[in-house]
């Protein structure tokens, strides 16, 4: 089975930049998509960006601010983060499925833990 670790989170000022880290173990290949989703208090869980093979995606909000990638080799998953605002504040959370690459959290089967990401003006 797949697990998830973030990493990287952390507290900065508005334009300020994050690079979030997520280390898979169990192999996911590349049928695989990955994610980056993150909530926000009193907020419902919002996807930011996502990847499979060549194809990624992202919400309009991060759009030219954030950029997703990922390292095959090292399994691991990031979210580059850049020109930060305090609107960007939430629990980052790295998650994976197989198959499609959906926009919808409710399709995603492994999540890890989250990461804290705090922006302040």
């Known amino acids: 089975q797949v697990q998830l670790v973030e990493s990287g989170g952390g507290s900065v000022q508005a334009g300020g930049s994050l690079r979030l880290s997520c280390a898979a173990s169990?192999?996911?290949?590349?049928?695989?998509?990955m994610g980056w989703f993150r909530q926000a208090p009193g907020k419902k869980r919002e996807g930011v960006a996502r990847?499979?093979?060549?194809?990624?995606a992202y919400t309009d909000s991060v759009k030219g601010r954030f950029t997703i990638s990922q390292d095959n080799a090292k399994n691991t998953l990031y979210l580059q983060m850049n020109s930060l605002k305090p609107e960007d504040t939430a629990m980052y959370y790295c998650?994976?499925?197989?198959?499609?690459?959906?926009?919808?959290?409710?399709?995603?089967?492994?999540w890890g833990q989250g990461t804290q990401v705090t922006v302040s003006s």
């Open positions: 998650a994976a499925r197989r198959g499609s690459c959906s926009s919808d959290s409710a399709d995603f089967d492994y």
């Open positions: 169990g192999k996911p290949d590349s049928s695989y998509c």
């Open positions: 990847i499979k093979l060549s194809y990624t």
